[in-house]
């Protein structure tokens, strides 16, 4: 059990408010020449709460008020009772991230962090429990108990703001319904093993199928390589160890040598020859059509020829000689070379294959060098895909023993929720019980369910319906419905705090708000010390109520602190900052 | 005049000229083979030795080229 009872501040920056048992009501006031009543600081009230209840700086809304409003030496304290222990939590301004606590006065966490004293609270809190009661931590606790407010309570299970995409937590819901953690814990463990290793297997299937259009193929194509390189692999054992293979192996170099020489030589012949060719075939051409020719050029040019008509004809001469001295000569001996070459290669090419097949029969070694180097390339290919292959085979494996173990698991929880079927109906039946002094109706239903499904990353679902839910409002009460349950249920509040905040939950119908606030007034008036409930409110949502007196009750007698538009929270109107103080 | 009314100007030696010092200008090579310009002018459908010759000797008549085997020099 935990009860709040003076949220204050040293200095005395706020009212102090105090908390009671039961109902208590954060009231936002209409005052004099203003009838707003949001922007007064209940909210803000709540934040200093959850400050003193280790919320984290980062997300707290107290470390952005400016600090020519808030003394950065002011330190808020919040006193609670958890069971008999009196205690006092201080948290400073200044120092956001460090936590002191006082148990009956005297000290006991001295400066410390969040994570120390958060695990300080929790053994408070959990020292009634039995061992074996699988532990959450104090803040994790409380998160079903005071939801972020923009978490705009949506969702049952979902406490956080909801910008910051913060998984569903089921361990605080699980804990209050008294089912098991541990095994909760372990399938989700193997759920985020089982996604990682079917991205895996995704992965290796993608790398193996650029090359290959399925696994299969991929397999056929390594047994393929086996056989060839463990053929070439043979062959190539059998050359070395071969008696003759030493005196060979010379000889096939120096021929493998001296044939690359003289292929560099054919290959340049060719070019010259082929360069001879590509000479147009040549004419006869008369000095009397150079001598026409050479006129035009001067009938057109005039001075502009600087050449004779002789000089002309000498150039002509020029290029007729080397044309005739090519084809006659050059191209004849360069012809001649290349057959002699060819001829040449031809026979040490003759005599390089028999020394081969010497070794080898001439099955698989044509040539040593290229066979070696085709070697390494299909070992290499061969090794890569092995290893691709073996990866993506030992993956699968893996996914379909996770699989197993996670449907044996989810198999086991569904024993166990069976085994747990009469507490979870009766904590439907506090639901129904809600939902008919509120609804109207017992047209509701809570069930808990397990889904296994390889797409879903939540294998747990709480199946709560309510009368026309779906809306924004019905949702609101989804939520109000279900955390009171938590709370009233004989099934839940053994693991309960018997504490509830609900900050801005009431932006709904009129009638819901109405019977709510008056399901909670008997509540709190027949079972005063059995919980806490803390709730922001505005005047103008209940006016109209109380001039028509539907509200059963005096809601100034709940009323632990009112604020208006002349008497703020903080005493002053500022705006927030848009970047936290460091 | 530098071109006869019946002659066609694609086969003139003027037009084979330009082409030459078209390649020179290309290559911004002093000098190049006597194959690499029947190469060239190959692409141009001068295939014919008494085109190459007209056009060699119009830029030599004009104090342009000159030939020392296998290379035609650009001497202006």
């Known amino acids: 059990m935990i009860r709040f009872k003076k949220l204050y501040s040293i200095p005395k920056f706020f ?25 007064v600081g209940k909210t803000m009230a709540i934040e200093f709460l959850n400050f003193c209840l280790l919320k984290k700086s980062s997300d707290s809304r107290v470390t952005l008020i400016p600090d020519h409003i808030l003394d950065i030496d002011t330190v ?50 959990f020292r009634e429990f039995p061992l074996h009661i699988t532990r959450i931590s104090f803040r994790n606790l409380l998160n079903p108990i005071i939801r972020d407010e923009r978490s705009e309570f949506k969702d049952i299970i979902q406490c956080f703001d909801t910008a910051k995409r913060i998984p569903s937590d089921y361990k605080p819901h699980l804990f209050f319904l008294n089912l098991n953690i541990e095994l909760y814990s372990e399938i989700k463990k193997v759920i985020d093993e089982l996604t990682k290793k079917t991205t895996f297997v995704t992965e290796t299937k993608k790398l193996i199928t650029s ?45 493998e040598s001296r044939l690359s020489k003289l292929r560099i030589r054919q290959k340049t012949l060719k070019l010259e020859i082929k360069q001879i060719n590509s000479l147009p075939e040549p004419e006869n051409i008369s000095e009397n059509e150079i001598t026409i020719l050479f006129n035009q050029f001067k009938d057109g040019l005039g001075d502009m020829v600087e050449k004779s008509l002789q000089e002309v004809k000498e150039f002509k001469t020029r290029i007729d000689s080397f044309k005739n001295s090519l084809i006659n000569n050059k191209l004849k001996m360069l012809q001649s070379e290349l057959i002699s070459l060819n001829t040449k290669i031809q026979r040490l090419d003759d005599e390089y294959s028999e020394k081969i097949s010497l070794l080898d029969n001439g099955e698989l070694l044509k040539d040593l060098k290229t066979s070696i180097n085709i070697f390494n390339k299909k070992n290499q290919e061969l090794n890569n895909l092995r290893s691709v292959i073996d990866r993506y085979n030992k993956a699968e494996k893996e996914k379909k023993s996770l699989k197993n173990t996670k ?13 747990k079927q009469v507490e979870i109906k009766e904590f439907e039946e506090t639901i129904l019980y809600i939902h008919e002094n509120i609804m109207g109706n017992r047209n509701a239903h809570f069930g808990i369910e397990t889904i296994n499904s390889a797409k879903a990353k939540e294998f747990l679902s709480f199946d709560f319906r309510i009368n026309d839910d779906g809306s924004w409002s019905t949702n609101r009460m989804k939520v109000f419905i279900y955390d009171l349950a938590l709370l009233l249920s004989d099934s839940t509040k053994k693991n309960h705090p018997k504490l509830l905040v609900h900050d801005n939950l009431f932006n709904v119908d009129n009638d819901s708000l109405e019977k709510s606030l008056n399901f909670l007034h008997k509540q709190s008036e027949n079972h005063p010390e059995e919980f806490q409930y803390i709730l922001t409110l505005n005047r103008d949502m209940v006016e109209i109520m109380e001039e028509r007196n539907l509200i059963e009750f005096n809601i100034s007698d709940y009323a632990r602190a009112k604020f208006t538009k002349n008497d703020r929270f903080l005493k002053v109107k500022y705006s927030e900052l848009s970047k936290r103080k460091k | 005049m530098l071109l006869s009314k019946d002659e066609n100007i694609k086969t003139s030696s003027v037009y084979v000229a330009s082409i030459i010092l078209k390649m020179f200008r290309k290559t911004r090579l002093k000098k190049l083979t006597i194959f690499e310009v029947a190469e060239e002018l190959k692409k141009y459908d001068i295939v014919h030795y008494r085109q190459v010759i007209f056009g060699l000797s119009f830029l030599y008549s004009t104090g342009v080229v000159d030939f020392k085997e296998p290379y035609i020099y650009i001497i202006k």
């Open chain 1, 15 to 39: 009212e102090p408010i105090k908390f009671e048992s039961g109902l208590n009501i954060i009231l936002g006031e209409k005052s004099e020449g203003n009838n707003k009543t949001n922007g």
């Open chain 1, 76 to 125: 808020v304290y919040l006193d609670i009772n958890i069971y008999t222990d009196f205690l006092t939590i201080a948290r400073s301004i200044k120092k956001p991230d460090v936590v002191t606590i006082f148990k009956n006065g005297v000290e006991i966490i001295s400066n410390e962090s969040i994570e120390i004293a958060s695990e300080y609270l929790g053994n408070l809190y």
């Open chain 1, 407 to 419: 449907d044996n698991k989810i198999i086991d929880f569904d024993d166990h929720l069976s085994d």
């Open chain 1, 211 to 255: 090359d290959y259009n399925k696994v299969s193929e991929a397999k056929a194509r390594l047994n393929e390589l086996e056989g060839e390189v463990s053929k070439i692999n043979t062959s190539i054992e059998k050359l070395k160890t071969n008696e003759s293979f030493e005196s060979i192996q010379d000889d096939l170099v120096k021929l």
